[in-house]
Structure formats: structure tokens, C-alpha cells
């Protein structure tokens, strides 16, 4: 059965009512095929078993195409058309370039950035002049040509300019670079992780095996074109500037995809051919390349990858490594899948394994004299930290039975609901982090190994009115979420780069380490009360739009939206906690209850007895 083509098009479609006739398109086009299409359904005989072949993810039947200009269109009609054009799953946009003189044809170029609206962009034609077409917008983000989402809102707007050729009228200036609404963006294209080498500076040595550790950087490809390729070509491009700082790439410098592309076979088996390996390039290193290759292109496979293979331009083998050798991404110390709360004694429980009951942890952070307002878990397990109801000291705990002695390791001189200690956090490394807030200000402390002395960390950009709500540290030790409370009382969810020192500055007061680059993680939530890891690059938070109530839901680390489904949740979740692992239940901590989001998309209370609060994962 063929690829199946519908085009788009025609000057005068717009917003809604195009959207809507694409999908009519696709419906009726699906109901012919079904009636007189490829293949014709017997009406007797034994019923067969068919092999179907999994498709790459974006490996539509249905693809989507511009439609040329017609003689006599005006220049209105003619940007329209061409901004429909681009909307298509034209490969190099050959339509699109029909809507252009044929010296701008050659020079424009459209990977250059996306500019993406929150509707699609509206043309008009300012003054009298015929030759000029304006076109506006409210711009929600761009995607550079490294395809890096970067939130950038504002107003958007461009002048295309005009002549006629043979009596026809085409665009001869207009910027570079596509402009899209954020629908047919969302249509267009996916964000995919690309997987690259946590640097952790001084500190790798702590960690065994700590150059195996991965830290997602997120980038958008198309759906439909050749979604492994151009995942490849990012990955290949090194990372984005805002992890390179904090990540290395596997691969040699000028290293390119062959003319060969990417395949995976019905194994799946990924094969890559590459140029600029150099012939010496030593096993372990091609084998880091390896791992990359298969955790970044994962991403866009239909089926489970077994092994990824590196092979040379020619196509000889330089290396290979399956999955059962492959680490997963992210993980350095441990990977504890238990939850945890505090009952309504504010002790610290452990949910058991069938999620349907409690138990207090061992060690004095389990006991009725704990009297904790928060708590986090080591990633190992072994390990507790617990700040008192009054955000005054923060007690550091074995789990290990008998350890009944807590430490005091740290001791605030601001005290309050809103003030003292934030609920603390332990980092991939085994350190542990928390925010120490008073009337004036905030500072953020790791303390080494859990019980070290606190040292504070520069948060570069945290401005004079801002302050640190609370914190959550990735487990590959690179990434931070924080919320920042602004002057206003507003609070807003961003992440920065942990950067580490490469030994220089370890005996300082203030530590080899600083936060760096913050940046806004759910730019549409005007107040975010709440927020955990919740996989790779994502994260879960209840927040409030500038013009809704408070909800639960999915952000990308990029700024952008997830795709995934809105999560069905009480109007009154006041907490939230998330595994990196997203098969494990999503907890929330509602009125005075903790429940857990069950397989079927319904909430159920952990306990029916007593009240819980500060649900965690380990981390």
C-alpha cells in the first residue's frame, strides 16, 4: 500500500476551518481506502495470521502537502499560500519556493529558526502598496536551528515583500526561517531527547562509572520526514548551549552522518554509518558513541532497540552494544522506587509495596518524636533527611534498623510556615540540598555527603526581590528545579545548570559549585505552588494560568507543553511527587490526604485513616 497525499492549501483557508477540513480530508480519504484502497477483504476462506512490519514513530500513510499558486492570486492570496505551504510534510519545501522569486527561491532558507504562534499569523496589506504584506502574531517560542525550543514571548511581525514575475506576483523578501501557528507546530513536529555525558568536574571521581552518566537535552524534528535521521543529525551536532556547560559529547568533533541512513531492522538492531571517525578511534570510546545513539534514537523507534552498531562510511563495523549492557539515563546513586509521606503524626511512612498501606520507616525519622513539616529519601535508600515543624533544623537519619539516633546538620535562624527551611533534596552525587528562606532573602545549601557543612551555592540571576520556595535536584546532578517567589508573591518554576569546578576552588568558603542559567520552565502557569521530576527531561506541577484555576499537568524542561494527556486530577492538590521511573504512580497531597493515581486514571487515598502530607519519591 502506497503513501497517501492530501493537499493543503489555497489562499483563503484559515485557522479553524483549514484545521478542520484537514481532518475531514483524512477521514474520508481513510473511508475510501477502506471501500476500494489497496487491498480487498475476502468474503470466505481461513482466517490467516499477518506480519505486520512496525512502522518508525511518524511514519504516516497520510502526509500532508502544499498546493502551487495559481495564476492570477494577489498578494495576499500569494502569502497565504505560502504560508500554508510551509504547514506541509514537503521534504525540502519545493511547494513553498513556487510561492517565491526565483533568486529568493535558491537563498531563502527555512531551517534557519521556527517561529511558533499562538494562532496561525495574519496577513494584511499595510498602506496601499500592493508589493508589501505584513504579518503579526502573539509569538509563544522559537526553535533555533540547533532545534532548541526557547520560550520568547512577545509580538511577532514581518514584512514580506513583492514583485511580479511573468505578470504573477511572488515573494522577493521575507525573513528566514519558518512561522507557524502553535497547532500545525504541534502537528508538524515532536521534541525527542538527545542523550549526552553528565560533566561533573571535580566530583566525577566520587561516582563509579560516573562518565555513564546521561542528561537529556531536548530538541524538535519532524514527524514525518525522516524522524531517525534528523534526531541523528542533532544528536551529532552536540548539545545545545545552554547543557554544554554541563554535558560532553561521546562523539569526535566534524563527526557526520554517511549518505546511508540510519536503520533499524526487525530485530532492532540500529545501524549508523558515520564520517570522520578516525580509523585509531579507541573501542570504549566508539561504545560511548554507541550508547548514545541507542538511548537518543529509542526516542523515535516504534519498537524496542536491542543494539546500536557504529559502523564506518563504508559500512565495516567499528563497535556495538546492546541494551542489557546500556545504563540507563540519569542514575548515580541508586534507584529506590518506594514513596513516601509523613502520617498524621509528621513522622516519615514508607508505602508498601501493593500501595494500599503504610508503615514508618526505620531509624528516628520513623518515630513520633520526629515531628517533621517535610522529609526526602537518599536515592539509595539508605538514607533520610527531615526538616522540623518549625523550619528550624534539618535531622539527617539511618533507615537501617536500629539507627534510632537523628543528626543535627544544619539549623536556621528564621522560623515560620512560610519561612525556615524548605523541604530538602538529595542529588545524584549523595549530597543534600535545601534552601534556607528568611524575611529578606534566600540561600541555597548542599551539604557533602548529606551531613558535611552546608555550603552555600550562587544561584547566578536570582534577583533582589526573588527568593527560593523550594528545590528538586535531577538525579544526573547537572539540573535544578527551583521556585522563585517574585516580589509579588507569585511563584514561578524554573531550572539552572549546576556547574561544577574541574578542582580549583574546592577549599573556598562558598564551594566549587554555582547554579547557573535559570530559565523558565512553564512560562503559561502565572503561579506554580508545586513541582517534581517526573522522567528525563519532564516535570509534573500544579500551577495557575494568569486566567484559570490551579491544575495539574506535564512541562517539558524546554519550556515547551508535553504532548501527554491533561492529568485528571482534585482541584485542591496543594503537592505533588513524581518517580523518574513513569511507570511508578503519580502522588499528590490533597486537603489533608496523600493519593496516588492509579493504572485506571482514578485517585485513590493511600489510607483511609489519619492524615498524610509532603508525598516524596526518593531524590
Given at each position: 500500500?502506497?503513501t497517501d497525499r492530501?493537499?493543503?492549501?489555497?489562499?483563503?483557508?484559515?485557522?479553524?476551518g483549514?484545521?478542520?477540513?484537514?481532518r475531514v480530508?483524512?477521514?474520508?480519504?481513510?473511508?475510501?481506502?477502506?471501500l476500494?484502497g489497496c487491498?480487498s477483504?475476502?468474503?470466505?476462506?481461513?482466517?490467516q495470521e499477518?506480519?505486520?512490519t512496525?512502522?518508525?514513530?511518524?511514519?504516516?500513510?497520510?502526509?500532508?502537502?502544499?498546493?502551487?499558486?495559481?495564476?492570477?492570486?494577489?498578494?495576499?492570496?500569494?502569502?497565504q499560500?505560502?504560508?500554508?505551504?510551509?504547514?506541509s510534510?514537503?521534504?525540502?519545501?519545493?511547494?513553498?519556493?513556487?510561492?517565491l522569486?526565483?533568486?529568493?527561491?535558491?537563498?531563502?532558507?527555512?531551517?534557519?529558526?521556527?517561529?511558533?504562534?499562538?494562532e496561525?499569523?495574519?496577513?494584511?496589506?499595510?498602506?496601499?502598496?500592493?508589493?508589501r504584506v505584513?504579518l503579526t502574531?502573539?509569538?509563544?517560542?522559537t526553535?533555533?536551528?540547533?532545534?532548541?525550543?526557547?520560550?520568547e514571548?512577545?509580538?511577532?511581525?514581518a514584512t514580506?515583500?513583492?514583485?511580479?514575475?511573468d505578470?504573477e506576483?511572488?515573494?522577493?523578501a521575507?525573513?528566514?526561517?519558518?512561522?507557524?501557528?502553535e497547532?500545525?507546530?504541534r502537528?508538524?513536529?515532536?521534541?525527542v531527547?538527545?542523550?549526552?555525558?553528565?560533566?561533573?568536574?571535580?566530583?566525577q571521581?566520587r561516582?563509579?562509572?560516573g562518565?555513564d552518566v546521561l542528561?537529556?537535552?531536548p530538541?524538535?524534528?519532524?514527524?514525518r520526514?525522516?524522524?531517525?535521521?534528523?534526531t541523528?543529525?542533532?544528536?551529532l551536532?552536540g548539545?545545545?548551549?545552554?547543557?554544554?556547560?554541563?554535558?560532553?559529547s561521546?562523539?569526535?568533533?566534524?563527526t557526520?552522518?554517511?549518505?546511508?541512513?540510519p536503520s533499524?531492522d526487525d530485530?532492532?538492531?540500529?545501524s549508523?554509518?558515520?564520517?570522520?571517525?578516525?580509523?585509531?578511534?579507541?573501542?570504549?570510546?566508539?561504545?560511548r558513541?554507541a550508547?548514545?545513539l541507542?538511548?537518543?534514537?529509542?526516542?523515535?523507534?516504534?519498537?524496542e532497540?536491542?543494539e546500536?552498531?557504529?559502523?564506518s562510511?563504508?559500512?565495516?563495523?567499528?563497535?556495538?552494544?546492546?541494551?542489557s549492557?546500556?545504563p540507563?539515563?540519569?542514575?548515580?546513586?541508586?534507584?529506590v522506587?518506594?514513596a513516601?509521606?509523613?502520617?498524621?503524626?509528621?513522622?516519615?511512612?514508607s508505602?508498601?509495596?501493593?500501595?494500599?498501606?503504610?508503615?514508618?520507616?526505620?531509624?528516628?525519622l520513623?518515630?513520633?518524636?520526629?515531628?517533621l513539616?517535610?522529609?526526602?529519601v537518599s536515592?539509595?535508600?539508605?538514607?533520610?533527611?527531615?526538616v522540623?515543624?518549625?523550619?528550624?533544623?534539618?535531622?539527617?537519619?539511618?533507615?537501617a534498623?536500629?539507627?534510632?539516633?537523628s543528626?543535627?546538620?544544619l539549623?536556621?535562624?528564621?522560623?515560620?510556615?512560610?519561612?525556615?527551611l524548605s523541604a530538602?533534596?538529595?542529588?545524584?552525587l549523595?549530597?543534600?540540598?535545601?534552601?534556607?528562606r528568611?524575611?529578606?532573602?534566600?540561600r541555597?545549601l548542599r551539604?557533602?555527603?548529606?551531613s558535611?557543612?552546608?555550603?552555600?551555592?550562587?544561584?547566578?540571576?536570582l534577583?533582589?526581590?526573588?527568593r527560593?520556595?523550594?528545590?528538586?535536584?535531577?538525579s544526573?546532578?547537572?539540573?535544578?528545579?527551583?521556585?522563585?517567589?517574585?516580589?509579588?508573591?507569585?511563584?514561578?518554576?524554573?531550572?539552572g545548570?549546576?556547574?561544577?569546578?574541574?578542582g580549583?576552588?574546592?577549599?573556598?568558603?562558598?564551594?566549587?559549585?554555582?547554579?547557573?542559567?535559570?530559565?523558565?520552565?512553564?512560562?503559561?502557569?502565572?503561579?506554580?505552588t508545586?513541582?517534581?521530576w517526573?522522567?528525563d527531561?519532564?516535570l509534573?506541577?500544579?500551577?495557575?494560568p494568569?486566567?484559570g484555576v490551579p491544575?495539574?499537568?506535564?512541562?517539558?524542561?524546554?519550556g515547551?507543553?508535553?504532548?501527554?494527556?491533561?492529568?485528571?486530577?482534585?482541584?485542591?492538590?496543594?503537592?505533588?511527587?513524581a518517580a523518574e521511573d513513569?511507570?511508578?504512580?503519580?502522588l499528590?497531597?490533597t486537603?489533608?490526604d496523600v493519593?496516588?493515581l492509579?493504572e485506571?486514571a482514578q485517585?485513590?487515598?493511600?489510607t483511609n485513616?489519619?492524615?498524610?502530607?509532603?508525598p516524596?519519591?526518593?531524590?
Amino acid at each position: 500500500m502506497g503513501t497517501d497525499r492530501i493537499g493543503i492549501g489555497r489562499a483563503s483557508r484559515r485557522g479553524r476551518g483549514r484545521a478542520r477540513r484537514r481532518r475531514v480530508a483524512v477521514g474520508l480519504l481513510a473511508a475510501v481506502l477502506l471501500l476500494t484502497g489497496c487491498a480487498s477483504m475476502p468474503g470466505s476462506g481461513p482466517v490467516q495470521e499477518v506480519q505486520v512490519t512496525p512502522r518508525q514513530e511518524g511514519e504516516s500513510q497520510v502526509l500532508v502537502y502544499g498546493v502551487p499558486p495559481e495564476e492570477g492570486m494577489l498578494p495576499q492570496q500569494i502569502v497565504q499560500g505560502f504560508l500554508e505551504a510551509v504547514t506541509s510534510d514537503d521534504v525540502n519545501f519545493d511547494t513553498a519556493r513556487q510561492y517565491l522569486t526565483p533568486e529568493r527561491a535558491g537563498e531563502w532558507d527555512p531551517f534557519a529558526r521556527t517561529t511558533v504562534l499562538a494562532e496561525g499569523p495574519l496577513p494584511s496589506s499595510p498602506g496601499r502598496d500592493p508589493a508589501r504584506v505584513e504579518l503579526t502574531g502573539d509569538r509563544l517560542a522559537t526553535v533555533d536551528e540547533t532545534h532548541v525550543y526557547s520560550p520568547e514571548e512577545g509580538t511577532y511581525r514581518a514584512t514580506f515583500g513583492l514583485r511580479r514575475v511573468d505578470g504573477e506576483w511572488r515573494i522577493d523578501a521575507l525573513p528566514d526561517g519558518l512561522v507557524m501557528g502553535e497547532p500545525d507546530f504541534r502537528r508538524i513536529y515532536r521534541s525527542v531527547d538527545t542523550f549526552h555525558y553528565a560533566n561533573l568536574g571535580s566530583e566525577q571521581q566520587r561516582v563509579a562509572e560516573g562518565g555513564d552518566v546521561l542528561v537529556p537535552d531536548p530538541v524538535y524534528v519532524r514527524r514525518r520526514i525522516d524522524p531517525v535521521g534528523d534526531t541523528v543529525r542533532a544528536l551529532l551536532d552536540g548539545p545545545g548551549a545552554w547543557y554544554g556547560p554541563v554535558v560532553e559529547s561521546g562523539f569526535p568533533e566534524g563527526t557526520s552522518l554517511a549518505d546511508e541512513p540510519p536503520s533499524i531492522d526487525d530485530s532492532g538492531a540500529l545501524s549508523v554509518r558515520l564520517d570522520g571517525v578516525p580509523a585509531d578511534w579507541p573501542r570504549e570510546r566508539c561504545e560511548r558513541m554507541a550508547v548514545q545513539l541507542l538511548h537518543t534514537v529509542q526516542e523515535v523507534a516504534s519498537l524496542e532497540l536491542t543494539e546500536a552498531r557504529v559502523l564506518s562510511a563504508g559500512g565495516s563495523r567499528l563497535c556495538a552494544v546492546s541494551r542489557s549492557e546500556v545504563p540507563e539515563p540519569g542514575s548515580l546513586d541508586g534507584d529506590v522506587a518506594r514513596a513516601y509521606f509523613l502520617d498524621e503524626e509528621n513522622r516519615l511512612v514508607s508505602v508498601v509495596e501493593d500501595g494500599t498501606a503504610v508503615r514508618p520507616v526505620s531509624g528516628a525519622l520513623g518515630s513520633v518524636e520526629a515531628e517533621l513539616r517535610s522529609a526526602a529519601v537518599s536515592r539509595d535508600g539508605d538514607t533520610a533527611a527531615g526538616v522540623s515543624l518549625d523550619g528550624a533544623r534539618l535531622h539527617v537519619a539511618s533507615l537501617a534498623r536500629g539507627g534510632a539516633e537523628s543528626d543535627l546538620v544544619l539549623e536556621s535562624t528564621s522560623t515560620g510556615e512560610d519561612a525556615g527551611l524548605s523541604a530538602p533534596s538529595w542529588d545524584g552525587l549523595g549530597d543534600l540540598w535545601v534552601a534556607d528562606r528568611g524575611p529578606s532573602g534566600s540561600r541555597l545549601l548542599r551539604l557533602d555527603g548529606g551531613s558535611g557543612e552546608a555550603r552555600t551555592v550562587p544561584v547566578t540571576g536570582l534577583g533582589p526581590d526573588e527568593r527560593i520556595e523550594s528545590l528538586r535536584v535531577a538525579s544526573d546532578g547537572v539540573r535544578i528545579a527551583l521556585l522563585i517567589s517574585d516580589g509579588d508573591g507569585l511563584t514561578t518554576l524554573q531550572i539552572g545548570r549546576i556547574e561544577r569546578a574541574d578542582g580549583e576552588g574546592a577549599g573556598e568558603s562558598e564551594g566549587p559549585v554555582v547554579v547557573n542559567a535559570l530559565r523558565t520552565v512553564a512560562p503559561q502557569l502565572e503561579d506554580v505552588t508545586a513541582a517534581s521530576w517526573a522522567g528525563d527531561s519532564r516535570l509534573v506541577v500544579v500551577g495557575r494560568p494568569s486566567d484559570g484555576v490551579p491544575q495539574l499537568q506535564y512541562v517539558l524542561t524546554d519550556g515547551s507543553s508535553s504532548n501527554a494527556p491533561a492529568i485528571p486530577g482534585p482541584y485542591d492538590v496543594t503537592g505533588v511527587a513524581a518517580a523518574e521511573d513513569e511507570s511508578l504512580p503519580l502522588l499528590a497531597e490533597t486537603g489533608e490526604d496523600v493519593a496516588q493515581l492509579r493504572e485506571d486514571a482514578q485517585w485513590k487515598l493511600i489510607t483511609n485513616t489519619g492524615t498524610g502530607s509532603a508525598p516524596v519519591y526518593p531524590g
